[in-house]
């Protein structure tokens, strides 16, 4: 992206002696509002790793942004700009017991996890919580968290969650021409629906996630 003119005649005025970065902030809100228009009834979770700067989420804050985090730090910062904790998600995949009960006490009750311990140590830490699983189904490219293959992993992950009674479904990102009924299998042992992506547009693939996790 070219430099705005507000930045031109900033990097003019000042003359920064050496290396810096100039954000825009007008540039960031704009940005941010074009979001919001694309994706109506969504909730956009900004990394703060991204740029932590007080100023960028300040402004992020009072849009009504929320924020993805990945340290207890980063919580702070967050919720030191103005962000409710319901706004704020503990996104780090790799967390200390400790970090996800500090972060609990903060009022944060939305973890991500990963594999069979991340979710045990969430449910002892932080009882209560919701998470959100990023869960490895197949391919040479996957890597265990557990030592199990990939695929029976996810599967015992699968079951935790069908055990617990948490809502579930799973979105087929396969083309049909490579499709070996992974994903499905995955669904039946969550206990959830399964679709593939061309059966859901843009606009309903909201609706339809929302249905499937409230119903």
């Known amino acids: 992206m070219a430099a705005t003119a507000r930045i031109i005649d900033f990097l003019r005025d000042r003359r920064p002696e050496g290396p810096c970065l100039v954000v825009d902030l007008e540039v960031i809100a704009d940005n941010y509002k074009a979001f919001t228009r694309a994706m109506p009834d969504t909730r956009i979770f900004y990394a703060v790793k991204a740029n932590p700067a007080p100023e960028v989420l300040k402004l992020l804050a009072d849009l009504g942004s929320c924020f993805d985090t990945a340290s207890v730090a980063e919580i702070e910062m967050a919720l030191a700009a103005g962000a409710t904790?319901?706004?704020?998600?503990?996104?780090?995949?790799i967390k200390k017991e400790r970090d996800v009960a500090r972060a609990h006490q903060l009022g944060i009750s939305m973890f991500a996890v990963d594999c069979v311990e991340e979710v045990e140590k969430v449910s002892r830490a932080a009882p209560?919580?919701?998470?959100?699983?990023?869960i490895l189904t197949?391919?040479?490219?996957?890597?265990?968290?557990?030592?199990?293959?990939?695929?029976e992993e996810a599967n015992r992950i699968a079951e935790m969650f069908d055990q617990t009674n948490l809502r579930s479904l799973v979105i087929n990102m396969e083309h049909a021409a490579f499709d070996r009924g992974l994903a499905q299998r995955l669904a039946s042992a969550l206990g959830g629906a399964c679709y593939n992506l061309p059966e859901l547009r843009a606009d309903t693939l909201l609706h339809t996630v929302k249905r499937e996790i409230d119903s």
Request: include cysteine; aromatic fraction near 6%.
């Open 138 to 151: 197949d391919g040479a490219g996957n890597v265990s968290m557990t030592g199990m293959p990939a695929q």
């Open 85 to 93: 904790p319901e706004r704020i998600s503990y996104g780090n995949t």
């Open 128 to 134: 209560g919580a919701r998470v959100f699983c990023r």
